[in-house]
Nanobody
Framework: QVQLVESGGGLVQAGGSLRLSCAAS????????MGWFRQSPGKEREFVAV????????NYADSVKGRFTISRDNAKNTVYLQMNSLKPEDTAVYYC??????????????????WGQGTQVTASS
């Protein structure tokens, strides 16, 4: 079982940047692909980004490509989401999650077995 704790959320003006962190613990954390998801009020939770177990490959939702970057440091058991050029529509609770797979190729929510508690990101216009 992997335990996940997100941090780094906050309030930022549109066009600004934030970096989210996700601290992972547990025996299989470093061998799992890791993902970021988000949920806005009244909307379903949606995929944002995923990174392979070794950090070598990534996938992104079209809505964040070119603005967000996912990375990981397995020595620190931490996954990051660098968010630049934030837009009001990026406002959401952001969750990190650990996949049952090591590959970045699978990013349906059903393949993520462990979830953090979420961190609020608000981009004001």
């Amino acid at each position: 079982q992997v335990q996940l704790v997100e941090s780094g959320g906050g309030l930022v003006q549109a066009g600004g940047s934030l970096r989210l962190s996700c601290a992972a613990s547990g025996r299989t954390a470093s061998s799992s692909a890791m993902g970021w998801f988000r949920q806005s009020p009244g909307k379903e939770r949606e995929f944002v980004a995923v990174i392979s177990w070794n950090g070598g490959s990534t996938n992104y939702a079209d809505s964040v490509k070119g603005r967000f970057t996912i990375s990981r440091d397995n020595a620190k058991n931490t996954v990051y989401l660098q968010m630049n050029s934030l837009k009001p529509e990026d406002t959401a609770v952001y969750y990190c999650a650990a996949s049952i797979y090591s590959s970045h190729s699978y990013y349906a929510q059903t393949v993520f077995r462990s979830w953090g508690q979420g961190t609020q990101v608000t981009a004001s216009s």
